[in-house]
């Protein structure tokens, strides 16, 4: 399992009218374990939003601090505000503890989690048993490579009653959407933005509760390698090019003084990608045995501010993969594909940039905003400045 890597995504769509979710969850990474809770808080709104912060975050604290199920829960319990109209402290929630190839799940009153092995349902054993009156359902798995867990809230399995379905959207039915939607290459971010958006469909665009899914996955690593401007001394532009180009895994370059570079450490040509740019985006171009080459400063400028908003509107991975333009490709990339991420940042001032108001440290900025949301996504992400 060493080779592999565990990597998560999750979507979530508002209860119509709400500006804040009922549905939280938590992610806690400590070395190689990773802990995550979903929860569901009751009713929508504030309320439920309060309720179901509190449960995701202490539970997540307290697991990772490896506290019994049993004193994590009851925790919750004695902390959850009561629910003056309904006089219950109530969230649901799943707990996920993956570490190595073996996977846990403690789940209550959510919609039992989901496992694709090679793109088919697996049913698991559970152990049902009652801590105080909370009836909890454990599992323990033996993960494999390209296994996915789809975890979920009930405002997935409820979508469409009383508008197009009956009784809701039927755990095999979610099964079969899964079965059919699987490649290897999904990545888990691009899986639970289709299941909700799917439910959304239910729904009517209008949903009648919050709607999350949380996809985890066990999948190979995927090194990504990108350099952003050449070496501040061109003496040193073969030895970084050797390092850059002897780095496992795909190989982008960003900009056009950075191609040239690149071309001639190579002996190959720049070739342009016609009809590749739009109004917004520069055209990108091909060299032999580079992976990607786009332009600088505007395309890194549009990718970091995509990264920005992935952050908060999850389902913007669908619209990230319909597109060819250089945007689109590098955000894909580097979003989807990468798992380990070596930026390589020049250090030489770009002349160029002079007339578009783009100082050095403008650049380097963009870089930060960049690997922060990179890192907050998951990504193990490495700047080496040269």
Not at 154 to 167: F, H, L, R, S, Y
Not at 180 to 188: A, D, G
Not at 221 to 232: D, F, L, S, T
Request: proline letters at 3%.
């Amino acid at each position: 399992m060493e080779s592999l890597f565990i990597e998560s995504g999750h979507a979530s769509i508002n209860k119509h009218d709400e500006s804040l979710c009922g549905d939280s969850y938590h992610i806690t990474k400590d070395g190689g374990k990773l802990t995550i809770v979903l929860s569901d808080g009751l009713g929508s709104g504030v309320k439920a939003n309060i309720l179901s912060t509190l449960t995701s975050t202490i539970l997540s604290t307290l697991m990772s601090r490896k506290l019994p199920v049993d004193e994590c829960i009851e925790t919750v319990a004695s902390t959850l505000p009561m629910c003056k109209e309904r006089k219950l402290a109530y969230s649901t929630f799943t707990m996920a503890q993956i570490e190595g190839a073996q996977a846990r799940l403690v789940q209550y009153d959510n919609p039992r989690a989901i496992l694709l092995r090679n793109g088919k349902s697996v049913d698991y054993p559970t152990t049902v048993r009652f801590i105080g009156e909370k009836e909890i359902h454990e599992s323990t798995l033996r993960l494999q490579e390209n296994d996915l867990i789809v975890l979920m809230t009930d405002g997935i399995t409820n979508a469409g009653v009383g508008k197009v379905m009956q009784d809701g959207w039927a755990r095999k039915d979610v099964i079969e959407c899964l079965e059919r939607w699987y490649t290897p290459e999904l990545s888990p971010q691009h899986l639970a933005a289709m299941l909700v958006n799917a439910a959304l469909s239910l729904c009517l665009d209008s949903p009648d509760d919050d709607i999350t899914a949380l996809v985890c996955k066990v999948r190979a690593r995927q090194a990504v390698n990108v350099i952003i401007g050449p070496p501040a001394d061109p003496k040193d532009d073969d030895r970084v090019l050797r390092l850059f180009f002897a780095k496992e895994g795909k190989h982008v370059v960003c900009g056009g003084t950075t191609a040239h570079t690149v071309s001639r450490f190579l002996g190959k040509p720049i070739i342009p990608v016609l009809e590749s740019g739009t109004d917004t985006v520069p055209a990108i171009a091909q060299i032999a045995g580079v992976d990607l080459v786009t332009e600088g400063v505007i395309t890194l400028q549009q990718v970091a501010e995509l990264a920005e908003k992935y952050a908060s509107d999850n389902r913007v991975s669908l619209s990230i993969s319909e597109k060819t333009d250089g945007v689109s490709l590098l955000a894909e990339l580097l979003f989807e594909q990468a798992t380990d991420i070596t930026i390589f940042q020049g250090q030489a001032v770009n002349e160029a940039h002079d007339s578009l108001d783009i100082g050095f440290d403008s650049k380097a900025m963009l870089i930060k905003r960049l690997t922060k949301s990179l890192t907050d996504m998951g990504k193990n992400v490495k700047v080496s400045r040269c």
